[in-house]
């Protein structure tokens, strides 16, 4: 997931005419209730804290701080964003709300309706594509 980050963030820098969506679906027991064992523990949390700083303008700003450091606890991601251009209170409050859980909740059952249960998972034109692919490929696919 993080090389496919960064050819992400590559794609959209040099492809003009394309929208990068990012999806949560985190592969920990914790709120994917489609698991059969323990995976990626700490990607709940991830994905809470993601959804929170999209609400404050930042979910880039997470993103990179996430993939960067990979911190498996709110408190790991509380340090990590120290002195940063947060509001913390609001951060907090918005990770750990109904709301958030329920959109959570809400972009897992999507990926399964739509047969996706592994990441990174790129949709192309509603084609999903699983695993990571070499970058000339992603900018093959959106030219289709």
Not at 8 to 29: F, R, T
Not at 47 to 71: C, R, S, T, V
Not at 86 to 112: C, G, M, R
């Amino acid at each position: 997931c993080y090389a496919h980050n960064i050819m992400m963030h590559k794609l959209a820098k040099e492809v003009k005419g394309i929208k990068i969506v990012h999806k949560n679906l985190p592969l920990d027991m914790e709120c994917n209730g489609y698991l059969l064992s323990p995976f990626h523990q700490g990607s709940c949390i991830d994905a809470k804290y993601a959804i929170a700083a999209e609400k404050q303008g930042k979910f880039w700003d997470m993103n990179d701080i996430l993939f960067q450091h990979k911190p498996k606890t709110e408190e790991e991601i509380l340090k990590l964003i120290e002195g940063k251009d947060f509001d913390v209170e609001k951060l907090q409050e918005d990770a750990n709300s109904t709301e958030t859980s329920k959109q959570i909740k809400a972009e897992i059952d999507d990926a399964h309706k739509r047969g996706i249960n592994g990441t990174p998972t790129t949709m192309i034109n509603n084609n999903a594509y699983v695993g990571i692919k070499p970058y000339k490929e992603y900018v093959e696919w959106t030219k289709k």
